[in-house]
């Protein structure tokens, strides 16, 4: 019988390419992922790494066992679902990943709606970039994760999970107070063209909307700072050293002197949040839920 413990580990050391990051996403030393992996070698008959310097290469038997791994993850996460599904409401543990705008707007107004509907259920929220929440999901640290399309994204088709659209974010210009940009109700893109611009580091999702948006209005934006925190960009802003894309889900602090201005023509960035599960874990009653009034509240802040 193969453990499927061990299965996973080899999925997670796939993505990771060394023991050391398996053991980390795995919250496992590095000596039992290799023991996991020896274990499962043995299982099967056939060698599954091969070391090249500090990292490990799978063997071609290994990306034959990762391809039907896929389909038994998928299968043995509907036997839960199924088996879950018996106990009637949704109850126990949940736990939501997201950054942290959409734990603003989005996870936290579920969090409320899904205690009252559901006392039973133990909710758990925890902000990561959309990078590493793919990895929660896979680790079976996380359930669902609310995410946005980056450079590392995994591909659309990914046999490991099932993602769905949620909402479009749309991005605003966010100006200091005074600015002559203010005179008018809305402007393009390449309006702002000539200003200094405040963004989050590169390993952030928006620093690449950013960079692809100026570029399709036809300039290469002049960075002047990187900063991560919303507040700190905002209040970068109101002293006048810089401007910056600033998501409509992110509200404006409201002793800061700057103003949100709307962005008309071509392009008009927006960014696409979805909500990302193990394939085959979205009948489970818990996750369902979680995912129903993750969608409730999405259409109640595109409404607003």
Not at 78 to 99: F, T, Y
Not at 254 to 281: D, M, Q, W, Y
Request: charged share 25%; aromatic share 4%.
């Amino acid at each position: 019988m193969i453990d499927l413990r061990r299965l996973r580990v080899l999925r997670v050391l796939a993505d990771e390419g060394t023991i050391t990051a398996t053991a980390a996403a795995l919250y496992l030393t590095p000596s039992a992922v290799s023991q996991q992996l020896r274990h499962l070698s043995r299982d099967l008959g056939v060698e599954l790494l091969r070391r090249e310097g500090r990292r490990v290469r799978l063997t071609p038997e290994a990306q034959i066992l990762l391809r039907h791994t896929e389909e038994l993850y998928a299968h043995w996460e509907r036997a839960r679902a199924d088996l879950a599904a018996r106990g009637g409401e949704p109850m126990g543990e949940l736990r939501l990943c997201a950054v942290s705008s959409a734990i603003a707007a989005l996870a936290t107004p579920a969090l409320s709606r899904l205690r009252q509907a559901f006392p039973k259920l133990d909710v758990h929220i925890r902000e990561e970039e959309s990078g590493d929440c793919y990895e929660l999901v896979v680790a079976e640290q996380a359930d669902i994760a609310v995410v946005l399309p980056t450079s590392d994204s995994p591909p659309e088709g990914d046999p490991r999970f099932e993602r769905e659209p949620l909402l479009d974010d749309v991005q605003d210009l966010l100006v200091p107070a005074g600015h002559p940009l203010t005179e008018v109700d809305s402007v393009s893109l390449a309006n702002a063209a000539g200003e200094a611009w405040i963004v989050k580091p590169y390993n952030n999702d928006t620093y690449p909307l950013l960079v692809t948006a100026c570029a399709t209005a036809g300039f290469t934006p002049r960075i002047s700072h990187h900063v991560k925190e919303w507040f700190a960009v905002s209040a970068l802003v109101a002293e006048g050293a810089g401007v910056c894309l600033l998501p409509r889900l992110v509200p404006i602090p409201e002793a800061h002197g700057v103003v949100r201005i709307p962005l008309h023509g071509e392009p008009r960035p927006a960014r696409r949040f979805s909500t990302c599960v193990r394939k085959g874990s979205e009948t489970s009653p818990a996750i369902a839920a979680g995912l129903a009034v993750l969608r409730e509240v999405a259409t109640d802040v595109l409404a607003a």
